[in-house]
């Protein structure tokens, strides 16, 4: 009998999140279960993006809201992109972050609570030129794996519906880089992988 692929997917995790934990990867907020993991570097893997082509080009970057992209989003706008993010669980669409409005206040709104304050929510995601999206795990096929609701994927299709086939990258520890992720036909890939010391081209 074939082996459920969600319960191999959730077997993933678990290993991941216990993997980050006991070895001192994770960082707050703890515990790692059930989130993306935020990981030690986090900030190091954010400079790193901002190294990209294809993050210097971006006008507008769709960034997932958990604390592990927290340093992304900051970037984002302290280097003048429109930022655009999801709410937690898509409960409320999206909310739009002008640069130009929080000249200043770039820590505070790229917080989800800051986002809230200073953004403006819209029920349908505009045009955006990048994705950088949270995982728990990926491996070098552009197989990413979340943290089990299906939302980043959802994201993902969300943008490419209204943008067109957009870069997607994700920023994790290389602990979460994996030889194999469990993968079904409808799951969204990654094209590339940054970690806090190396760039990985996956996709393109």
Known sequence: MKEDPKKRKQEFREEIWRKMEEEHIASFP????????????????????????????????????????????????????????????LKQGFIILEPESIRGKEAEAATIKGAFKYGKIVAEIPEVDLVVEGSVAVDMQGNRLGKGGGYGDREIRAVKDKSGDVLVVTTCHPVQIVKEVPAENQDERIDIVVTPDRIYHIRR
């Open 30 to 89: 703890l515990p790692a279960r059930g989130r993306i993991p935020n990981f030690k570097g986090s900030r190091e893997a954010a400079s790193k993006l901002r190294t990209l082509l294809e993050y210097k080009t971006a006008n507008t970057i769709f960034v997932n809201p958990d604390s592990a992209q927290l340093q992304v989003r900051k970037f984002a706008l302290l280097d003048g992109k429109k930022l655009v993010m999801a709410t937690p669980k």
